[in-house]
């Protein structure tokens, strides 16, 4: 076989195995925690008949003139630390429901684009059965859940949404990862993108971005900034990587965007 010949195989080879691990790439569910004391477990409403309905962790909010956040947390871990992180918050009165996807922390399913916009779906309708509107709702995005985010607060009318290290899709993210394979976006399976999801927005959105992210590069959030329209705002935590804004006063920031709405 010609060098070129091997080359190629080598080549497709490589292909092979991205497309064929890709989900594997993707998702990180890592960990079973179960929900601590004055936590409740929600179940999301199956709204596309698939036989089970996903639990995320709930806790209503202790001031009657406060709402609640609908957070999706990124692609790693479960819900656990992301409510950890989010003590401070709900110390202020805020509830919070910490959607958890499909094949994380127990639930029953796999983790796609298909399921996890199903669960999303799901949590904000439960979120109404239980009595409140939109604009009681916070929708929360983080990293990949940026995407079930984005596409809620626009479905729904959610009046304020909040994204943090988000992305303009994943196919532009992969393109960016993966410049060398050819029509990746026939061979993407969960191509989350999150500029069509927000082409109809009308609400108030909030973006923190991470200077050094190496995992979502800032130019994806930007791009996904500049397509959404006004009223927004945007903040880069310079210095910090796609983790680190858990180490600032990113909380301090989304406690005064949430409360001027």
Do not use: C
Not at 140 to 167: F, I, M, N, R, W
Request: net charge negative.
């Amino acid at each position: 076989m010609s060098v070129l010949g091997v080359l190629l195989l080598i080549y497709v080879g490589i292909i092979v195995v991205l497309y064929l691990a890709q989900r594997q790439i993707l998702y990180y569910p890592i960990g079973i925690n179960k929900a601590p004391e004055g936590v409740s477990l929600l179940s999301a409403i199956d709204t596309q008949n698939r036989g089970y309905s996903p639990e995320g962790w709930f806790i209503p909010p202790t001031d009657v003139h406060k709402g609640v956040i609908l957070h999706f947390h990124g692609n790693a871990g479960n819900v656990a630390s992301r409510y950890a992180a989010f003590l401070p918050l709900l110390a202020t009165g805020y509830g919070a429901l910490f959607a958890e996807y499909s094949g994380y922390n127990g639930n029953q399913g796999k983790p796609s684009k298909d399921n996890i916009i199903a669960d999303a779906d799901g949590y904000i309708q439960k979120l109404f059965e239980l009595g409140y509107e939109a604009k009681d709702i916070v929708i929360y995005g983080e990293s990949l859940g940026s995407g079930p985010a984005s596409y809620v607060a626009t479905k729904y009318d959610v009046p304020t949404l909040v994204l943090q290290v988000p992305y303009d899709s994943i196919a532009a993210v992969a393109k960016k990862k993966y410049p060398f394979i050819i029509g990746l976006d026939y061979l993407l399976k969960d191509n989350f993108d999150n500029v069509e999801y927000l082409a109809n927005y009308k609400g108030r959105s909030l973006f923190l971005l991470a200077e050094r992210d190496n995992v979502i590069p800032t130019i994806h959030g930007e791009t996904l900034y500049n397509s959404v329209s006004e009223p927004k705002l945007l903040h880069i935590f310079k210095g910090a990587g796609h983790n680190d804004i858990y180490e600032t006063d990113y909380l301090q920031r989304v406690y005064d965007f949430i409360e001027k709405q």
